[in-house]
């Protein structure tokens, strides 16, 4: 079976704090893909990052950086130098390749707030 | 290139009516997903379409039904509607659904109430 785990319900900052979001991840495919997505109050899943199990460098786009750690099932994201604007939950999601299956597992999600 | 789109945007129903979603994907994609959002259970995936043929369903009752046109268009239809389908529905698409590393990209969801 495949999960995903986001232990942090809600986290509450400062603008300009940088944040880390966890995300760990059960699967038995050798195999996977790791996604991270903003849903906004809006309602829409942003996509943010996509990362393949083979691929275990880091990645920066901006304020915005993951840390890939295949040894600990972990694919955390961290926002630098938070912003009114990143607002919003945030969810890790995991696709695995055993059976064809295009659907994605979610984690619970967390919720991000940035006060000015 | 416009983004999947969903229509109706909000829904208000009452038990055991029916309800029927639409989504139309990005242009040039097949594939087409769709999730149910709540509270409690979180973002949980329905069922996926592909070349009009439905490819995977998730873990929910008979009750959810779905189909996909020539032109990739989906919708889904929720029979005898109860109190718990109050959700927030999501439809996702992707170009050609053969690839696990492909990106599934959403619209803004149909959210539904059931009074």
């Known amino acids: 079976a495949q999960k995903v785990t986001q232990a942090q319900t809600e986290i509450s900052v400062v603008e300009k704090e940088d944040v880390t979001l966890d995300c760990v991840y059960e699967?038995?495919?050798?195999?996977?893909?790791l996604f991270w997505y903003k849903q906004p109050p809006s309602g829409e899943l942003v996509f943010l990052i996509r990362r393949n199990s083979f691929d275990e460098q880091n990645e920066i786009s901006g304020r915005y950086s993951w840390n890939f750690q295949k040894s600990t099932s972990s694919f955390n994201f961290t926002i630098t130098a938070s912003q009114v604007v990143d607002s919003a939950v945030y969810f890790c999601a995991l696709r695995g390749t055993q059976g064809g299956s295009e659907k994605l597992v979610f984690g619970k999600g967390t919720k991000l707030t940035v006060n000015p | 290139k416009a983004g999947v789109t969903q229509t109706p945007r909000y829904l208000i129903k009452t038990r055991g009516q029916q309800v029927t979603l639409s989504c139309s994907p990005i242009s040039g994609h097949r594939s087409v997903s769709w999730y149910q959002q709540t509270p409690g259970q979180g973002l949980q995936f329905l069922f996926e379409?592909?070349?009009?043929?439905?490819?995977n369903k998730g873990n929910f009752p008979g009750r959810f039904s779905g189909r996909q046109f020539s032109n990739s268009r989906s919708e889904m239809n929720v029979s005898t509607l109860e109190l718990g389908d109050s959700a927030l529905y999501l439809c996702?698409?992707?170009?050609?659904?053969?690839?696990?590393?492909?990106?599934?990209?959403f619209g803004p969801g149909t959210r539904l109430l059931v009074l």
């Open positions: 699967t038995r495919d050798t195999t996977y893909y």
């Open positions: 996702a698409s992707s170009l050609a659904g053969t690839g696990y590393q492909e990106t599934q990209y």
């Open positions: 379409y592909f070349s009009e043929t439905q490819r």
